[in-house]
């Protein structure tokens, strides 16, 4: 399996992701390909990764600017081919500016930086990226982030839970905080484009991928892709 990251500038969990994802795949963090966003061009992969982060100093919106990168028009090009995208927390961001998502990410319903374990529900787990967890399963995975709250109109939302589009939900935590950290609609944490080739979450799998960080809850994401796409 070949996996690329793409690197803008204020890009903070490029490594991160990096080197969780060449643990999955068995390698070494030299066997994931970094891609900076001025390059026009990448080479052959089986998964794109648009990471977290605060890229271009999340100044105008957050992903607006990314999202006109060079490289995003071969991350398009690429995505409508088919190839596996996955966005995180800023990269979540990013694909809903560049219409490979439905929906955008408004500032958290608080107006305050969110930086917590929060738990996440399994909502299908018959696609490339979850299918190593189980239907309804709940996760804790750490969250990150200003611009949180996912939004849709209500006429599109209806769609994708119909398409099955919606990936994890907010849920109840342990500790009895509110599940919902930012105000997203239907506690929505992370949703699929119709094909479900494509993914984007707020919260951070690559900061869950590792006993020493307090938990492996997002190991299954990673694994899940490793077994679709190896």
């Given at each position: 399996?070949?996996?690329?990251?793409?690197?803008?500038?204020?890009?903070?969990?490029?490594?991160?992701?990096?080197?969780?994802?060449?643990?999955?795949?068995?390698?070494?963090?030299?066997?994931?390909e970094m891609v900076w966003h001025g390059d026009s061009e990448m080479a052959k992969?089986?998964?794109?990764?648009?990471?977290?982060?605060?890229?271009?100093?999340?100044?105008?919106?957050?992903?607006?600017?990314?999202?006109?990168?060079?490289?995003?028009r071969e991350v398009v090009a690429r995505a409508e081919q088919g190839v596996a995208?996955?966005?995180?927390?800023?990269?979540?961001?990013?694909?809903?500016?560049?219409?490979?998502?439905?929906?955008?990410?408004?500032?958290?319903?608080?107006?305050?930086?969110?930086?917590?374990d929060v738990q996440i529900r399994v909502e299908n787990s018959q696609t490339l990226?979850?299918?190593?967890?189980?239907?309804?399963?709940?996760?804790?995975?750490?969250?990150?982030?200003?611009?949180?709250?996912?939004?849709?109109?209500?006429?599109?939302?209806?769609?994708?839970?119909?398409?099955?589009?919606?990936?994890?939900?907010?849920?109840?935590?342990?500790?009895?905080?509110?599940?919902?950290?930012?105000?997203?609609?239907?506690?929505?944490?992370?949703?699929?484009?119709?094909?479900?080739?494509?993914?984007?979450?707020?919260?951070?799998?690559?900061?869950?991928?590792?006993?020493?960080?307090?938990?492996?809850?997002?190991?299954?994401?990673?694994?899940?892709?490793?077994?679709?796409?190896?």
């Amino acid at each position: 399996m070949k996996a690329s990251v793409i690197v803008f500038p204020g890009s903070n969990c490029d490594r991160d992701v990096q080197v969780a994802l060449a643990s999955a795949i068995g390698g070494t963090p030299d066997t994931v390909e970094m891609v900076w966003h001025g390059d026009s061009e990448m080479a052959k992969t089986d998964l794109i990764v648009l990471p977290g982060g605060f890229s271009y100093g999340d100044y105008l919106r957050s992903g607006a600017m990314s999202a006109r990168s060079p490289v995003m028009r071969e991350v398009v090009a690429r995505a409508e081919q088919g190839v596996a995208v996955l966005g995180i927390c800023n990269g979540f961001q990013v694909l809903t500016e560049a219409g490979l998502l439905p929906g955008a990410l408004l500032p958290n319903a608080g107006l305050k930086f969110v930086c917590r374990d929060v738990q996440i529900r399994v909502e299908n787990s018959q696609t490339l990226f979850t299918n190593g967890y189980q239907q309804g399963q709940t996760l804790r995975i750490p969250v990150a982030h200003h611009d949180g709250q996912y939004f849709v109109e209500p006429e599109t939302l209806a769609e994708m839970r119909e398409r099955d589009q919606i990936a994890f939900r907010y849920c109840d935590a342990d500790d009895g905080r509110a599940a919902n950290p930012n105000g997203s609609i239907d506690d929505i944490a992370g949703v699929f484009n119709d094909r479900k080739s494509v993914l984007g979450l707020m919260p951070h799998p690559e900061r869950a991928a590792d006993a020493i960080h307090g938990g492996t809850d997002g190991q299954g994401l990673l694994n899940s892709l490793v077994s679709a796409l190896s």
